[in-house]
């Protein structure tokens, strides 16, 4: 990549063709802008996965020119990535609004980097002046509360940064609704390129306001006479509000399970966002010992997660808590692509145990966070981009959107589907691609392990698909002779007993394999001798049984 002394820069290290994992960035001259740092949830195949963040080596290169971490919002596939790329880059000043900041430091303090980063708090009236860029941001509405767009200013023209949106008008919890006077002021002044949030890209209505779910979820909670144990984003806090506030109205005890669920609930009552009456939250012991109609639980687990609070309650084994026939679980959230299996999974388990489940759209239970396409239209009326780059989204979502900016008013050349790491430069005589950055996926697994690698994760599925053989045999180098063995050693490939004639067969192979290389020179190389056996194994079990299992040779050299 090359961009020019009078160009702006702009690219997407995460978040394109994929719902997570957002990150975008704002480069002039040797100043960087970078927006949102996310984190994206591992599809079923990334097996020991826990989530998948984008490859910072670009920015650990370039760190200098780093002026600002701007935060739209606090989704963990906007703030999750964050103390990943500050372990790298622990000088990056981080600005977010009130909410997301309290959970940012919540997640570095697991980190242990809390006092070791600059973190300020951002509101729509904030201003960040650079000696090149400045940043300011608008007001618009989500599922959570305190979000903002983001436009960064450049000689070039301001750069518009949606962020996750939509244009409700009714919000909950005293939240503002969108400042739609702020964003026309952006586009009356010129918006140079607008990135827009394409999640809902194939929706054709506007998106339902939350409080008309907020209003379904209170009378259908009011109407419920056992106990209820409620599951949605701990970040989620209309949600949780609206829970809160139906079991106030019904006299119900609240009990909070899940970590992350009781920081979000303390983050919000610390903010103001909540109301909770002193006496209504009670622990574990307590909620035990009330009357099912008077009992409600809050937690985690609506995206099935195995080791959050619901999955533990479905399958018997939380400390605390054990599922009632009778109870009536309600998901107040929409699976995240990559989830809908574990889900309906927990689901299944949930009615096995005798627990009546509500869910999804059609009980008015949840709505998105995300604008449909009437909505992202009128973003692009108001803002009046010269260019439009569609992100947030799958490659589908993005072609969609930007024929809906055409709809809008953007020239069909001025738009761009661009993919995570493409570079696109704008300068005085227009736009032009100008290249990639590294933009690939690098995994954390349940260690926390940042970086697993490739290899590793495509050991993991064949394992998981073809199995594993261990060959092990005791040679003599010297003398060129196989002292004992081979044996085999069969894992998840084929049942040993019942296959004796294949592993005896597999025996001989592998003996004439040994004898085979140990003649062909006086020193042999044990790594020659290793690779031989695995192709050789390979094709011969393939021949037999078209599996491809891995094969892990074990020579044993007598000295």
């Given amino acids: 990549m090359r961009i020019k002394n009078n160009e702006v820069a702009v690219f997407a290290i995460g978040g394109l063709h994929e719902i997570g994992k957002n990150m975008y960035c704002v480069q002039y001259q040797d100043e960087i802008i970078v927006m949102d740092c996310g984190i994206k949830f591992p599809e079923d195949d990334l097996l020991g996965i826990n989530y998948v963040i984008s490859d910072y080596s670009y920015l650990v290169k370039n760190r200098k020119k780093i002026k600002a971490l701007v935060v739209s919002h606090g989704h963990e596939d906007h703030i999750g990535g964050i103390p990943f790329l500050l372990e790298k880059i622990p000088e990056i000043p981080v600005y977010a609004t009130p909410f997301a900041l309290a959970l940012i430091k919540g997640k570095l303090e697991e980190h242990g980097i809390l006092k070791t980063t600059e973190l300020h708090e951002e509101h729509e009236d904030t201003v960040l002046k ?23 200013h450049t000689p070039r023209g301001t750069v518009v940064f949606t962020g996750d949106f939509k244009f409700d008008l009714t919000p909950v919890m005293n939240q503002p609704a969108p400042n739609f006077q702020r964003i026309a002021q952006l586009g009356k002044e010129g918006v140079l390129v607008l990135l827009s949030d394409s999640t809902n890209a194939e929706i054709s209505q506007f998106t339902k306001s939350e409080r008309f779910v907020a209003k379904s979820l209170h009378d259908m909670i ?101 599922l009632r026939p009778g109870d009536t679980v309600i998901f107040s959230s929409n699976p995240i692509p990559g989830n809908t299996l574990s889900v309906n999974h927990l689901i299944n388990k949930l009615m096995e145990g005798g627990a009546h489940v509500i869910h999804g759209r059609v009980n008015n239970v949840h709505t998105s966070g995300h ?47 661009l993919d995570n ?70 894992r998840g490939f084929v049942y040993m007993r019942e296959s004796t004639d294949l592993i005896s067969q597999a ?53």
């Fill in 222 to 322: 009011t109407g419920i006479h056992g106990r209820i144990i409620f599951a949605t984003f701990a970040s989620n806090l209309y949600r949780v509000s609206t829970a809160i506030q139906a079991a106030i109205d019904t006299g119900r005890k609240v009990a909070i399970f899940g970590r992350s669920m009781e920081n979000g609930v303390q983050n919000g009552i610390d903010l103001g966002y909540l109301n909770v009456p002193e006496g209504l939250i009670v622990d574990a012991n307590e909620i035990n010992h009330t009357p099912p109609d008077k009992a409600m639980i809050l937690c985690t687990g609506s995206q099935g997660e195995p080791l959050a609070a619901l999955s533990r309650i479905a399958n018997g084994t939380h400390r605390q808590i054990s």
């Fill in 371 to 417: 604008g449909g396409q009437e909505e992202l239209k009128m973003m692009v009326r108001v803002t009046k981009p010269n260019y439009m780059i569609p992100v947030h989204g799958e490659y589908r979502m993005q072609v969609i959107h930007t024929k809906l900016a055409q709809e809008a008013g953007v020239k069909p050349n001025h738009t761009f589907v």
């Fill in 507 to 559: 025996q001989k192979h592998i003996y004439h394999v040994l004898r085979n290389e140990m003649a062909k020179t006086n020193k042999p190389k044990e790594s020659v001798i290793r690779k031989a056996i695995i192709e050789n194994l390979s094709d011969f079990l393939y021949s037999k049984t078209e599996r491809r299992p891995m094969i892990l040779p074990m020579i044993i050299e007598k000295k």
């Fill in 130 to 152: 650079f000696k090149k860029l400045s940043v300011s941001f608008f007001r618009t509405t989500h599922s959570i509360p305190d979000t903002l767009g983001i436009a960064v």
């Fill in 421 to 490: 790491g493409q570079v696109v430069c704008f300068g005085p005589n227009g736009a032009r691609m100008a290249g990639r950055i590294p933009a690939g996926d690098v995994y954390v697994d349940t260690s926390g392990t940042a970086d697993v690698g490739n290899v590793v994760v495509r050991d993991r599925q064949i394992l998981s698909e073809e199995g594993l053989v261990v060959a092990v045999a005791t040679v003599d180098y010297k003398h060129k002779r196989v002292l004992a063995g081979p044996d085999i050693l069969s």
